[in-house]
């Protein structure tokens, strides 16, 4: 392989990933912000493991450390590296293959967790007292107001003693006055499953990204490899 066609194949590995690192930048950035200003954690806790936002976060420092070693290594032109940053990229895009597909799988399956847990917390805000569960009744709150929603099926599950949370006049100072009627198990499980499928979208997007990343190390390596460089 000439110089010319191993420097083409040596920028193009760098490019893409730098273009990987950005990308995993930016899920970072994008997971802490869905966690800092997330107002549903603690009320939809069944699938907390795969929560999006610590997916995101997880992931995409995962993403940025193996592809900063793969422009190292590419820059250096230092076998060690380069083995090492494929190795580690293949583990990663199976494990970002199979986070995909229980994404997707799991998209199908969010209104069942939802309605449970959302159950679950609502009985808590009923039961606490007012200084009593402050998350859980701040959430809830947040909840309703935000997707204009009333109790988890309707206002009846309140069973009278409605929140301000659910008022749907402005201001909400009539008594009585009209709440939202629909429940927010609903809303909240539709804006669960469109997270979901976003968030499996852009590890799909990543994966692609990297394969061809593997397209070009593998190459570059055997010609390395051949040249002896890289233990310099």
């Not at 949370?165 to 499980?189: F, I, M, Q, Y």
Request: with cysteine.
């Amino acid at each position: 392989m000439n110089r010319s066609c191993v420097n083409c194949l040596k920028t193009m590995m760098i490019l893409l990933n730098f273009l990987c690192w950005l990308c995993g930048a930016f899920v970072v950035a994008f997971g802490e912000f869905q966690m800092m200003h997330s107002r549903y954690a603690s009320l939809v806790t069944s699938f907390w493991p795969i929560y999006p936002a610590n997916t995101l976060v997880v992931t995409g420092t995962i993403v940025t450390c193996v592809c900063y070693l793969g422009v190292l290594g590419g820059l250096r032109e230092n076998r060690c590296m380069l083995i090492t940053f494929f190795i580690l990229l293949f583990i990663l895009m199976l494990v970002e293959l199979a986070m995909a597909c229980v994404f997707l799988v799991y998209s199908r399956e969010i209104a069942t967790f939802v309605e449970k847990d959302l159950m679950r917390s609502l009985e808590t805000y009923k039961e606490s007292s007012p200084d009593g569960n402050q998350t859980i009744r701040d959430d809830f709150d947040a909840v309703q107001y935000l997707f204009r929603c009333c109790g988890v099926h309707s206002e009846a599950d309140w069973e009278g003693n409605v929140p301000i949370s659910c008022c749907a006049e402005d201001p909400c100072n009539s008594v009585p006055h009209t709440n939202w009627r629909e429940g927010c198990h609903v809303k909240l499980g539709n804006w669960f499953a469109r997270n979901f499928l976003s968030t499996g979208a852009g590890v799909v997007s990543l994966f692609i990204i990297q394969f061809m990343c593997m397209c070009f190390t593998v190459p570059l390596f055997c010609h390395f490899r051949r040249r002896g460089l890289g233990y310099k």
